[in-house]
């Protein structure tokens, strides 16, 4: 009996990218087929206002190897990936993005350096296509999530990967709201390594991350992952004290041994609302973490699925 074939899945989140996706799919065939003859074609339309999901319907029709998943609304990048892996079974994982930045032809560079003996292969855009705002802006990003968080995080790196079954079968236990797909991977810790990869220009459309989405997943990944800004908002607190307690030693010691006579409206009032400031700063630091614990015991499903195309069952 001859030996099954190695699976390949290939998951890709859907959004805003409909004219990409018949020759995202045609150029995925071409280089997988000549690493297994097994593999599958997961989209996940994540809601996407263009004609995707007609398109993802019509490609399955013309090939069952290409699967597709309709989400119920518009739950973002890292949901659709979750939606993704959730139901796909494949012994080697790529998780890309539709817009053709990402090449199809460099999974197989991926998938030769994963045989090497990693468990997780990430491409590294060396030189990024994008424009100068987004570079900057991604690299602010991880400046700030390493330093919160006290890791070393390679800005080049993104989605564009390949992930041995163990390793999602790892991610699918991570049920928390709050989800970043390749630090996810990284925090896991298994045998971990990155090539470059060519970067192509977006094939269609634009990023749907604008400067309000960029802050906003910055702030939810900084605080999932970290309780340091809380440790700061204390450290802070302790130094305005000491700092008040030594101004009004300093006080005390000019009006009853200098004969100086403090004016003590202005200092007084500059000083409440310099406090107050501070007290409603800390307590918008801890009022998101609440938040985010509130989130997280809703329970709430991570996504929801409206219609699927080409069920395949796991294995």
Same mark, same amino acid.
């Given at each position: /009996?001859?030996?099954?074939?190695?699976?390949?899945?290939?998951?890709?989140?859907?959004?805003?990218?409909?004219?990409?996706?018949?020759?995202?799919?045609?150029?995925?065939?071409?280089?997988?087929?000549?690493?297994?003859?097994?593999?599958?074609?997961?989209?996940?339309?994540?809601?996407?206002?263009?004609?995707?999901?007609?398109?993802?319907?019509? #490609?399955?029709?013309?090939?069952?190897?290409? =699967?597709?998943?309709?989400?119920?609304?518009?739950?973002?990048?890292?949901?659709?990936?979750?939606?993704?892996?959730?139901?796909?079974?494949?012994?080697?994982?790529?998780?890309?993005?539709?817009?053709?930045?990402?090449?199809?032809?460099?999974?197989?560079?991926?998938?030769?350096?994963?045989?090497?003996?990693?468990?997780?292969?990430?491409?590294?855009?060396? +030189?990024?296509?994008?424009? #100068?705002?987004? =570079?900057?802006?991604?690299?602010? %990003?991880?400046?700030?999530?390493?330093?919160?968080?006290?890791?070393?995080?390679? +800005?080049?790196?993104?989605?564009?990967?390949?992930?041995?079954?163990?390793?999602?079968?790892?991610?699918?236990? /991570?049920?928390?709201?709050? =989800?970043?797909?390749?630090?996810? #991977?990284?925090?896991?810790?298994?045998?971990?390594?990155?090539?470059?990869?060519?970067?192509?220009? =977006?094939?269609?459309?634009?990023?749907?991350?604008?400067?309000?989405?960029?802050?906003? #997943?910055?702030?939810?990944?900084?605080?999932?992952?970290?309780?340091?800004?809380?440790?700061?908002?204390?450290?802070?607190?302790? %130094?305005?004290?000491?700092?008040?307690?030594?101004?009004?030693?300093?006080?005390?010691?000019?009006?009853?041994? /200098?004969?100086? +006579?403090?004016?003590?409206?202005?200092?007084?009032?500059?000083? /409440?609302?310099?406090?107050?400031?501070?007290?409603?700063?800390?307590?918008?630091?801890?009022?998101?973490?609440?938040?985010?614990?509130?989130?997280?015991?809703?329970?709430?499903?991570?996504?929801?699925?409206?219609?699927?195309?080409?069920?395949?069952?796991?294995?």
């Amino acid at each position: /009996m001859a030996a099954a074939q190695t699976l390949i899945s290939v998951v890709i989140p859907v959004y805003r990218c409909q004219t990409c996706l018949r020759e995202l799919c045609d150029r995925l065939r071409a280089s997988i087929k000549g690493l297994t003859a097994d593999y599958e074609i997961l989209l996940v339309n994540d809601a996407s206002p263009d004609h995707a999901w007609e398109t993802i319907v019509q #490609l399955g029709k013309e090939d069952e190897r290409v =699967r597709g998943i309709d989400l119920a609304r518009n739950f973002g990048q890292h949901y659709a990936i979750t939606a993704g892996l959730d139901h796909t079974s494949g012994d080697w994982v790529v998780v890309m993005d539709c817009d053709l930045q990402d090449r199809p032809e460099e999974i197989v560079a991926l998938y030769q350096k994963a045989r090497e003996g990693f468990e997780v292969v990430f491409g590294q855009r060396v +030189h990024r296509q994008d424009t #100068l705002k987004k =570079r900057l802006l991604s690299k602010l %990003f991880y400046r700030i999530y390493d330093y919160f968080t006290g890791r070393y995080s390679d +800005h080049t790196v993104a989605n564009f990967s390949i992930a041995d079954k163990k390793v999602i079968e790892g991610f699918r236990q /991570m049920k928390e709201q709050n =989800r970043l797909y390749p630090l996810f #991977l990284q925090w896991m810790g298994y045998k971990t390594a990155s090539i470059p990869v060519e970067h192509n220009g =977006r094939g269609d459309g634009m990023s749907s991350y604008s400067l309000k989405k960029l802050v906003t #997943l910055a702030t939810d990944t900084i605080i999932a992952q970290s309780n340091k800004p809380l440790r700061l908002s204390i450290q802070l607190g302790f %130094f305005i004290s000491v700092g008040s307690f030594l101004y009004g030693l300093y006080l005390f010691i000019r009006y009853f041994f /200098m004969d100086y +006579h403090v004016q003590g409206w202005t200092s007084v009032m500059v000083s /409440m609302y310099f406090i107050a400031g501070l007290m409603f700063f800390n307590f918008g630091i801890l009022g998101l973490y609440i938040g985010k614990v509130f989130d997280e015991v809703k329970g709430r499903p991570l996504y929801l699925i409206r219609e699927q195309i080409n069920e395949r069952e796991r294995r």
